[in-house]
C-alpha cells in the first residue's frame, strides 16, 4: 500500500531536485555550499520559491533557515516539522541533507495537490548551518529554531577570520534579531527527518530504508603518552621506552573495547609521533579515540574499561599517560512513539522494518532541546557520503518518500 499515486516518479522527481540544488556549488568537485555563502543565498531562494509552489507560506529566517508552513485544516498550527540541512562539507555528494529537505516538501506538494490538509500543520525546514564547516560550529540552524544560538556561533570565525556575526551582515541578516527565528514549544509537535544512511548497514541486510532509534552520543578524548626519545640503532630492544608502540597497543585496545558492547563503535583517528623521523625512537605521542554508542551506559563502561586498558598498557611499557576527554555528548534517542509510527509507516511500503542507530550527528540533536523526534534513513551505495561518490536510487527515494508521507499523514502527536 502506497501514498504515493506513482512513487518511481516520486523517487526521480526528488533525485533531479537534489541535482538541481547540487548545481548551486563553489567551483570544484561535488557540491560545496557552506552558511552564509552566495550559494547559500541562492539555495535557500530556490528551496522556498519550490515551497511556495508547493501550498506554503515560506520565508528565509533570521539565522538563514528556509522554512516552509503548510498550515493546518483550521489554518494554522502546530507544525510537525520535517527537513534537513541545505549546507555541505567540502566536496560533498547532492543527497545528504537536501535529500531530507526535498523529500519533506515533495510530500507536502502531494497532500497540495490532493487538496489535503491535516489537523495539524506541516513545516518543511531547510536548515542553514549542519555541518560547521565554514565556521567549524554545529548544528546553528537548528540552534536558532530551538532558541540556542548563542554567543559562542555568534563569534565563531572562518577561515578569513570573518565573524559568524559579520558574516550575517554581509548575507543580509540582522545578527541581532536571531531570536525571531526561534520556535515557542507549543508550536511544534515533534520533528521528524529523512536522511541518507551515511554507513553501509542497510545495503549490507538488502533494505531500502530504516528506522532510527538513536543518535549515538559520542566521547571524544586525546591521549598523550610521554617516552624516551632515542637513536633508532643503539638503544636493545629491551631497554626501549616507546610510546608508539603503547599507542599501537591502545589502539587495538579501542577495537576490543567497543566490539565488546552493542551497537558501539571507536575509532583511533589521528596519530602524531615525535620528534617523528625514520631513524629516532619516538619521544612523545599524542593519538585521538572517537568512541560512539547509542546507549550511554555502553559508551560510558567502555570508555572506563579503555581508560584501564590504556594505563596498564602505558605502565608496562614505562611510559607516561595523560588522558584528555575533550567531549562527552549524551545520546539522542528518538521519542519510542515516532519509533513505533515510523516502524508503521517502513511496514507500509512492504519493507521489514530494520531498527538502527546513527552514529553520524544529525539536527534532530538540537531539536530534541525542544520536541520529540523521530528518523528514517535511506540507503546509500557503499555506505559513501561526505563525496562526490555519494550515491542513492530512485526506487529507494521513493520508497523513502512513501514512508515519510505516510508517517506525516497518519501523525498521531505523543502515544
Ligand atoms: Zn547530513
Request: with cysteine; net charge negative.
Amino acid at each position: 500500500m502506497s501514498t504515493y499515486l506513482n512513487e518511481t516518479d516520486a523517487g526521480r522527481r526528488i533525485m533531479q531536485r537534489c541535482d538541481e540544488l547540487g548545481s548551486i556549488t563553489e567551483p570544484g568537485a561535488g557540491v560545496t555550499r557552506l552558511y552564509l555563502s552566495p550559494q547559500h543565498r541562492m539555495a535557500a531562494e530556490t528551496i522556498a520559491g519550490w515551497m511556495r509552489d508547493a501550498g506554503m507560506d515560506a520565508r528565509i529566517d533570521e539565522a538563514g533557515n528556509v522554512v516552509g508552513r503548510y498550515h493546518s485544516d483550521s489554518g494554522g498550527g502546530p507544525y510537525l516539522l520535517t527537513g534537513s540541512h541545505m549546507d555541505s562539507v567540502v566536496h560533498a555528494g547532492c543527497y545528504d541533507g537536501p535529500l531530507g529537505v526535498l523529500t519533506s516538501l515533495d510530500c507536502v506538494a502531494v497532500l497540495h495537490g490532493r487538496g489535503r490538509r491535516l489537523p495539524f500543520g506541516v513545516e518543511v525546514v531547510a536548515f542553514a548551518d549542519e555541518e560547521g564547516t565554514r565556521f567549524r560550529t554545529t548544528l546553528a540552524g537548528s540552534r536558532a529554531i530551538t532558541g540556542q544560538f548563542g554567543e559562542d556561533l555568534f563569534n565563531a570565525k572562518d577561515g578569513d577570520g570573518l565573524s559568524v556575526r559579520e558574516a550575517m551582515m554581509e548575507f543580509g541578516l540582522d545578527p541581532d534579531a536571531v531570536g525571531k527565528a526561534s520556535h515557542r514549544p507549543d508550536e511544534l509537535i515533534g520533528y521528524v527527518e529523512l536522511h541518507i544512511e551515511q554507513g553501509p548497514v542497510l545495503q549490507a541486510a538488502d533494505l531500502p530504508i530504516g528506522v532510527v532509534t538513536a543518535i549515538s552520543g559520542q566521547t571524544r578524548a586525546v591521549i598523550k603518552l610521554k617516552g624516551a626519545a632515542n637513536h633508532a640503532g643503539t638503544v636493545p630492544m629491551g631497554m626501549r621506552k616507546d610510546p608508539l608502540l603503547a599507542a599501537a597497543e591502545i589502539a587495538l585496545a579501542v577495537e576490543r573495547v567497543a566490539s565488546a558492547y552493542p551497537d558501539t563503535v571507536g575509532t583511533v583517528g589521528f596519530i602524531k609521533a615525535e620528534p617523528g623521523s625514520i631513524n629516532v625512537i619516538p619521544g612523545e605521542v599524542s593519538l585521538t579515540v572517537d568512541l560512539r554508542s547509542q546507549a550511554d551506559d555502553n559508551r560510558h563502561s567502555a570508555f572506563r574499561e579503555l581508560d584501564i586498558a590504556a594505563r596498564a598498557i602505558a605502565a608496562l611499557r614505562g611510559v607516561g599517560i595523560d588522558i584528555n576527554t575533550i567531549l562527552d555528548l549524551k545520546s539522542c534517542p528518538c521519542a519510542p512513539g515516532f519509533v513505533s509510527q515510523m516502524t508503521a509507516s517502513v511496514e507500509s511500503t512492504g519493507v521489514r522494518p530494520l531498527h538502527l542507530p546513527s552514529g553520524a550527528g544529525h539536527d534532530g540533536m538540537a531539536m530534541s532541546a525542544m520536541t520529540d523526534i523521530g528518523m528514517i534513513f535511506v540507503r546509500c551505495k557503499d555506505g559513501i557520503s561526505h563525496s562526490p561518490e555519494e550515491s542513492v536510487t530512485a526506487a529507494d527515494v521513493a520508497t523513502g518518500a512513501s514512508a515519510l508521507l505516510h508517517f506525516i499523514e497518519n501523525f498521531q502527536g505523543r502515544p
